[in-house]
């Protein structure tokens, strides 16, 4: 078992709609949890972190975690084509070593 | 703020030549270290973290080396090249929370 995992995709969704895109962790102790965004050929950017049970909002964003079902979600509201992106979830794992998803890749249709 | 350079953006090398990829940070002081690589379509592999100057740990046993000769510059080398080293470079830093920031990252290809 990956110690995260996130569906491939791609995702596919129109212009406007809500994207969601999921993520499981292995390691129960895990205590910090990461998207990041990754446009074609160039390198990540943070853009939520979220360390606590629950929702968490910025601005389209929002990123949900639920430790007891070891899965984080995140949501983008009213998509735009620029969300157009892989999407990396990244979990603290044990040894305070940051361990990546491979990713899952969202397209935005006009 | 704070801001992390990487260089070169793209070096094409053939096997058997070394290896040397820099990374610095600017506005902040001992930060926590990291050097990743993204094979192709692929999600990113740990290869390297420093703590402190000199202070290199390794997470994957390969050609590759680590060093951290000042507070805030790592360096990835190799002595030889080998086909698989071929990818996409990337150096992290991280402060006091877990969070990490990475750099725009070095795209590697060995012939």
């Known amino acids: 078992q990956k110690e995260v995992e996130q569906n491939s995709g791609p995702l596919s969704v129109p212009e406007g709609a809500i994207a969601s895109l999921n993520c499981t962790y292995s390691?129960?102790?895990?205590?910090?949890f990461f998207w990041y965004r990754q446009y074609s050929g160039k390198s990540p950017e943070l853009i939520m972190s979220?360390?606590?049970?629950g929702d968490k909002e910025d601005g389209r964003f929002t990123a949900q975690l639920n430790k007891a079902s070891q899965y984080v979600s995140l949501l983008i509201r009213d998509s735009q084509p620029s969300d157009s992106a892989t999407y990396l979830c990244?979990?603290?794992?044990?040894?305070?070593?940051?361990?990546f998803g491979e990713g899952t890749q969202l397209t935005v249709n006009p | 703020s704070q801001t992390i350079h990487q260089w070169p953006a793209t070096l094409v090398q053939p096997v058997g030549s070394p290896l040397s990829l820099e990374c610095t940070v600017e506005?902040?002081?001992?930060?926590?270290l990291y050097w990743y690589r993204q094979a192709a379509g692929r999600g990113l592999q740990l290869l390297f973290y420093?703590?402190?100057?000199?202070?290199i740990s390794s997470e994957v046993p390969q050609n590759l080396s680590a060093s951290r000769p000042q507070d805030r510059q790592f360096i990835l080398s190799s002595k030889k090249l080998l086909l698989s080293d071929s990818g996409f470079y990337l150096c992290?830093?991280?402060?006091?929370?877990?969070?990490?920031?990475f750099g725009p990252g070095t795209r590697l290809t060995v012939l």
């Open positions: 992290a830093w991280s402060g006091g929370a877990n969070e990490q920031f």
């Open positions: 390691d129960r102790v895990s205590q910090s």
């Open positions: 979220i360390y606590s049970n």
């Open positions: 990244a979990v603290i794992t044990s040894g305070s070593r940051l361990t």
């Open positions: 506005g902040t002081s001992n930060p926590n």
């Open positions: 420093s703590i402190g100057i000199d202070q």
